[in-house]
């Protein structure tokens, strides 16, 4: 059966609670966070197992990657934080080597997940098997480098948006030997596009340990990625769950403007947060912290996921859900454009900069894409022909780009 997104996210509503959880309460039975659904409560924090690693984490963690601030992933951690997520290509190792700095004057390595990345389409082009692996070795180690660590427990393939990125010729047997050489504890590959056929192929290769999905209410609809998630998390695979709160910058822009800050921004955050995180097949997730506020909104979710009347009323309402302009990364926008540009790409480059104020990861992003399929083919057209199929405005957002970033 499939269902409309109000449809859905009613029925999530229906199914919860009324009580909340946490300080030391038992789970009510039959709520979407009981032991039965593999979450168990541990000084008054949610707790999950990721897939078959055997690591149990709390449900929210840190996205680091636009972090600054070293004394915020301290707090994140006295908070309760235990799960960091950080990429190579996120300052150029600066936001590695802040982490690890953290890390290490805390003395708490032994009690902390890190997770970083390999961005594999700067790598693979043109590269064979044993050239590859040796490239995405060497990127690893180069990571250890600025996370000053022996070794790091998840390395994700980062990007992969297709069915042969996911058995890329070259990359399971890096992986394979990081893993041997006990340089890696766990391999993985975080997907923004074409989710679920990627998640599909993860399952038929039998290979990756997690997975780091976007996840996050503008996706309630599609029935696919569900199933999706589902099988790859029934298979054992540890799905971690990114771009969460989704991003926010259709609220100031798509809503009437009688309508804006009627909900305040730490009502959006939990609330999106505490809808992805209760789908028990989500092991834990990681959305992007900025300031102690973020720390704050984020981990209270980790200590209760039952919706406050406030919550809910937000993500029944009829015109936020007509409103959320977030970029599906559907690619249905892909052939209605003459130049072929990635437009997926592009918005998560203006998500990047105008949502996450990350001017540089938004470049890094362009700079990552093929000759051609960039922002600079763009550039040319005084019209834009693309058309998204669930009305986001792409050519005003292929505008702010142009007029920032080239």
Known sequence: M???????????????????IGGGKKIPKGHPSAPTQGTTLKDGVLHRELGKTGVILPIVGMGVMNARDPALVRKAYETGMRHFDTAFNYGQGRNEEMIGQVVRDMGVRDRVVIATKVLVPELRRGLGAAELEQKFVRAVETSLHFLK?????????HDVHSVEDVALPGVQEAIARLKKDGKVRFGGFTTHRNMADCLDEAVKVGFYDVVLTSYNVSLADDQRLLEALRNAHAKGIGLVAMKTQCNQYWYQQNLPEDQRGYYQGDKLNSAFLKWVMQHPFIATSVPGVTTYQHIEDDFSVARNLAYTPEEAKFLKD?????????????????????KKADIPALMRSHMYSFCYHNREQAAETLKSLPRGRGIGACSSCKTCRARCS???????????LLTTLV
């Not at 449809?7 to 999530?12: A, D, K, L, P, W």
């Not at 660590?149 to 390395?155: E, F």
């Open 390 to 400: 669930y009305s986001l405005d792409l050519s005003g957002r292929i505008a702010d």
């Open 2 to 20: 499939k269902y409309s997104r109000r449809e859905f996210i009613s029925s999530t509503l229906g199914c919860m609670a009324a009580m909340g």
């Open 318 to 338: 009829r015109s936020i859900q007509a409103s959320l302009g977030v970029c599906r990364q559907c690619g249905q926008c892909l052939s209605t454009c003459p």
């Open 149 to 157: 660590m022996d070794m790091v427990d998840i390395i994700y393939v």
